[in-house]
């Protein structure tokens, strides 16, 4: 009773937006989603990132080792049948989380037709911190969430 159902959006950043990545392709509950500098092909990560020894912690082994299991927890490999409206934002500075993954979920996401948008902030990195782009950034998160969650019915 206190958040209506119908109207729940979710977020975060790095890890959060590998989160809310992964909750559009596992589940139809939330209205919208913005994944941050996520992380989108756990695979693809591991040989475009700064962070390979994360994701050998993360994954428990490397791919080398284990390649299935970094597809098993890849978002852009379970995408059929997600509608969860999704803004993937990144930036074309990010060692961390390379736009290269926000690239991969928003194809993958168009290819099965759910709504989604992309965006990359030139100059930034893991975080967005130029003053313009960041007024773009947080107008940008506020139109989405109010796009998608303001008029549903409910």
């Known amino acids: 009773g206190i ?3 119908e109207r729940i959006g979710i977020t975060g950043v790095s ?4 989160m ?3 909750a559009v392709t596992q589940t139809r509950r939330f209205a919208a989603s ?3 500098s996520c992380v989108s092909n756990q695979l693809s990560h591991y040989y475009s990132a700064n962070i390979r020894r994360f994701d050998e912690l993360w994954v428990g082994a490397s791919p080398r080792e284990d390649a299935a299991a970094y597809l ?3 978002p852009v490999q379970f995408v059929d049948g997600a509608t969860t409206p999704t803004l993937l934002i990144s930036g074309d500075g990010d060692h961390i989380t ?3 993954q926000a690239i991969e979920m928003y194809q993958a996401l168009v290819e099965v037709g759910c ?3 992309l965006v990359i902030y030139p100059r930034e990195g893991h975080y967005v911190l130029e003053w ?3 007024h773009d950034f947080f107008a940008r998160i506020l139109g989405w969430f109010d796009r998608w969650l303001r008029d549903r019915p409910g």
């Open 98 to 100: 390379p736009p290269g």
């Open 132 to 134: 313009e782009h960041q």
């Open 34 to 36: 913005i994944p941050l």
């Open 20 to 22: 809310s990545a992964w």
């Open 115 to 117: 709504p989604t948008e």
């Open 15 to 18: 890890y959060g937006g590998f």
């Open 72 to 74: 098993a927890c890849s």
């Open 3 to 5: 958040a209506d159902t």
